[in-house]
């Protein structure tokens, strides 16, 4: 059964292991969420279920939403589907907590990037420049970008200058390597994307880790 949880980023520190190891982690307050809606293969053409995190006032929600919270009888700011086969293991209401999870547990996360702004090549591909001598004039421009006569135009996909970041980022298969239950903390190996304070969705791993051999 694949497990999920949203949670909101908090910063990195690090933890050391028994052997003495220093390990960078990422710390992410998990939960509680609450399981708004079930979607099932006959009615909707795939099986799932709807978890609402960061509770909210019904007051502060429209008509049309005080009707589709009606069942859990609390509204949430955010919203997010999690595609299960054991739909019946779950019912209307109930609360998801950062027990789901267990050290050792690998998970994937998802979550928005850090928005950079309009970039060069420079630093938006990691192109090496140009010399950086008196007169060479060509520093970290990106240089040619096709030929003249064919194919006359730019090639899709080519890389140039643009917008950085602030997009939709999924890292996999990292490993959770301390659950605080009693304040909904998640420790998890590594770096996730977002900046502080964002939103992440925390689920189990669809690929298998690598075992890497000494």
């Known amino acids: 059964m694949r497990k999920g949880i949203l949670g909101k980023k908090l910063g990195m520190t690090q933890i050391f292991t028994d052997e003495g190891e220093m390990v960078p982690v990422t710390v992410i307050e998990a939960g509680p969420c609450t399981v708004v809606r079930k979607r099932t293969l006959e009615k909707d053409g795939y099986s799932a279920i709807q978890l609402g995190f960061i509770e909210k006032k019904m007051s502060k929600v429209n008509k049309p939403l005080q009707g589709y919270f009606k069942n859990t009888g609390k509204a949430f700011y ?50 090496e420049g140009g010399a950086a001598s008196h007169g060479s004039m060509f520093h970290r421009r990106p240089g040619s970008i096709g030929s003249s006569t064919f194919p006359a135009r730019v090639w899709k996909g080519k890389r140039l200058p643009g917008r950085m970041g602030n997009r939709r980022v999924t890292v996999q298969n990292l490993k959770v390597l301390r ?29 298998k880790p690598m075992i890497r051999l000494a």
Request: charged share 25%; hydrophobic share 40%.
């Open 78 to 127: 955010i919203l997010r589907e999690l595609r299960t086969d054991n739909i019946d293991n779950f019912e209307v209401g109930q609360e998801i907590r950062v027990d789901v999870f267990s050290p050792g547990d690998y998970v994937d996360v998802t979550g928005i990037s850090k928005g950079k702004g309009f970039q060069g090549v420079v630093k938006r591909h990691g192109f």
């Open 179 to 207: 659950v605080d239950t009693r304040n909904n903390l998640l420790f998890i190996k590594g770096a996730v994307p977002g900046s502080v304070n964002s939103i992440v969705f925390v689920k189990s791993a669809t690929k």
